[in-house]
Every structure is written in structure tokens, then in C-alpha cells.
């Protein structure tokens, strides 16, 4: 798979703007906010930091779920997320609805390995994922990946395509 600027669909996150943008043919069709990592940028092996660069949708997971489903280790748990769950489960990270799962593009940076040690996207399990509608959004709270509202994933989930390599840009601007 190659990081192709020219392919309809592409998806760029700004972590400053704490935002997640859709362009089809080079124009805006969707701006969505997103909630990265609260320790900020990075790509390093347990950093809990939302990674930069050049990156592809390697893979959809939840396909036809109900919204609110709820997933540990990329498998539905037959669980519906609802406050009552939550308040018996506050240690969970909650991952809903629909998960894009990435991988970087751009070795020792997002993919494979630095000086430092594993940096790789997909190795990390960097998503793009569902999160209770309680969580804020706009705000760095997550674990390294990208939160989103569960009917905003659950939209973005069907514009994507993993065959043709959505390529997805993480910036820092």
C-alpha cells in the first residue's frame, strides 16, 4: 500500500485543532472533533501519545454493529455502552461503535523502529474509535488514539475504503 495524495477519499486530523477532516477530490465534505492523546504527539512504544505523519486505514472493524457497541482486543463483547455500564467499569478505556485501525506509513517515524525503539502505528494499535457521548470532545484525553462520537465514526466508517489505502495525515497544526 502506498501514501497516494491523489486518491478520492483522504482524512487529515490536526491535533491542535483537535479536529478530524474528510476531503473527497481535494474539498471538505466533513469536519468532525476528535479527542487525541492527553500525554500529546509522539510515536514511541507505550508513550500513550497520538502519533504523527503519514499513515492508511489498515483496517474496519464493526461493520454493522449497533452504535454504543462495545469492544475489547478489537472483538465486540456483546456489551452496549449506557452510563450503568460505565459507572461499573471505570477503568476501562472505552473503544465503541467502529474501529479504523492504522498504520503508519514512514519508517522510524510511524512505522517500525527508531534509536528509541518501536515506533509503529499499527504495532501500538493506534485507532480511530467510538467513545462514550459523554467524553469531551476537542480536548487531548485519550490514550494515543483518535475518539470520536460514536454517530461521527460510525459515518466516517462507511467513507472509508482498506483496499484502496484511506491515506489519513496526523498534524500537529
Sequence with gaps: MTYNENLMT????????QTLTVYKRQKVIAQYPVSTAKNGMGSQQDSGCTPLGKHVI???IGAGMLSNAVFIGRVPTGETYNSELGASHPERDWILSRILWLSGLEEGVNKGSNSQGGCDTYQRYIYIHGTPDSEPMGI???????????????????????????PVNIIAQ
Excluded at 142 to 166: P, W
Design 140 to 166: 487531548p484525553l485519550s490514550h494515543g488514539c483518535v475518539r470520536m462520537r460514536n454517530q461521527d465514526i460510525i459515518e466516517l466508517f462507511e467513507q472509508v475504503d482498506v483496499d484502496k489505502g484511506t
Design 58 to 60: 489498515a483496517e474496519k
Design 10 to 17: 483522504q482524512i487529515v486530523i490536526s491535533i491542535a485543532q
